[in-house]
């Protein structure tokens, strides 16, 4: 299986690198935000075909219970508030007629190991700015699942994996809760600690799977 791994910084698959050098796994580091990330990942695809997209990185998450570390796949990710504005209540994309804003997972044909079926599922909004309105947020909480993810790449990495018709899975590792800005409350080592624990072996796994 030709894996490719896309993750928005270096520093989210910077301690699995090795692991990327010993299977021979190509890994493509797009830069932040969803522009930038279907740009780098739709040109990678012109130049290269792979068998599996995996999306990695860290994520806030708007359920107060979560502890940080904590690893999820993600089923759907939404572009958050695609659309326009009318009067006081708001207009999604896909009733204007314009596109669409939610995008899924889609398995391989070949199946895989359980060190991803074992995660979790979760949805996920992206979105270009972070909230950190305490008012927006308990707004927010009451609106998405429970459990939601926000990051601002993962519906872009869904929407150009499509488009390309590439199967593409995202797994993210809470680093924050969704709250008023306060970056003394983030534990970004232990979320890098635990996504990069999680990658190497379902690599280690998958590709002793489809080597056999």
């Not at 008023?180 to 996504?195: D, F, G, Y």
């Amino acid at each position: 299986m030709n894996i490719l791994i896309v993750s928005a910084t270096e520093l989210e698959i910077a301690d699995s690198v090795p692991t990327f050098n010993h299977y021979r796994i190509d890994h493509l580091v797009t830069g932040v935000g969803m522009v930038a990330t279907a740009y780098a990942l739709g040109k990678r695809l012109q130049e290269r075909s792979y068998d599996l997209l995996v999306n990695v990185g860290i994520a806030g998450s708007f359920n107060p219970e979560h502890e940080l570390g904590t690893v999820l796949k993600i089923k759907s990710d939404r572009i958050f508030r695609f659309g326009a504005e009318q009067g006081s209540s708001f207009l999604p994309i896909e009733q204007m007629g314009f596109g669409e804003s939610s995008f899924s997972e889609r398995l391989p044909a070949e199946d895989l190991v359980a060190a991803y079926h074992n995660l979790p599922y979760t949805d996920a909004i992206s979105v270009n700015m972070v909230h950190g309105s305490a008012e927006t947020i308990k707004r927010l909480q009451t609106e998405l699942p429970k459990n939601c993810l926000e990051s601002m790449e993962g519906a872009a990495f869904f929407y150009a994996a499509q488009k390309a018709g590439v199967p593409c899975i995202q797994v993210r590792a809470v680093s924050n809760l969704v709250e008023e800005r306060n970056t003394a409350n983030w534990n970004i080592p232990k979320a890098l600690q635990s996504l990069n624990d999680w990658l190497q072996n379902f690599l280690n796994h998958q590709k002793r799977e489809s080597d056999f």
